[in-house]
């Protein structure tokens, strides 16, 4: 069965970020977020706008591979909190963001998508950056065990 994409979508058209594994039906990403380092998507490659588009099947593989990330982020970088959401209102394509938190970033304890509340900390920010190409390979090892090597 092809693809569907749509030629106005971003998340069509790339991948939308470093991308860390790609299966058939979805992909996991690491979204450039200079503030926020550890924020994965995982995104529907399939041009499909809300959860319930996908069938039964598909919803539970998907936030499988929602818990997936969470799971292996949280083990790897032990933050304060992970964030999970699925929006689409800028980008109606499906996906989900999960986003590591600590109380020194500059959002907390405010949402992501909220006016950064002050400079987040260099030193820890840091610290994560430099852990994100072993959390990126623990995704991928984690993902290609669970889903299937793409």
């Known amino acids: 069965m092809p693809m569907l994409r ?8 790339t991948d939308g970020g470093v ?3 790609r299966g058939t039906a979805m992909r996991l990403i690491r979204a450039d977020e200079a503030q926020l ?3 994965y998507r995982v995104v529907w490659n399939d041009h499909v706008a809300e959860f319930t588009d996908l069938s039964t099947l598909q919803r539970l593989s998907c936030m499988d591979a929602v818990a997936l990330a969470e799971q292996t982020v949280r083990a790897i970088l032990q933050p304060d909190k992970i964030n999970l959401a699925s929006l689409g ?3 109606p394509h499906l996906h989900w963001h999960v986003v590591a938190r600590w109380r020194w970033d500059a959002f907390w304890p405010q949402s992501v ?3 950064p509340q002050r400079e987040a900390e260099a030193a820890p ?3 994560v950056r430099a852990q994100l190409p072993a959390v ?5 090892q984690a993902f290609d065990q669970r889903f299937g090597a793409a």
Do not use: E, I, M
Not at 7 to 13: E, G
Not at 136 to 140: F, Q
């Open 113 to 115: 998508w909220s006016a």
């Open 19 to 21: 991308l860390v594994w």
């Open 6 to 13: 749509l030629p106005d979508c971003a998340l069509c058209q």
């Open 37 to 39: 380092p550890a924020f």
């Open 89 to 91: 209102n800028v980008v």
């Open 136 to 140: 990126d390979d623990a995704l991928r």
């Open 125 to 127: 920010l840091q610290r």
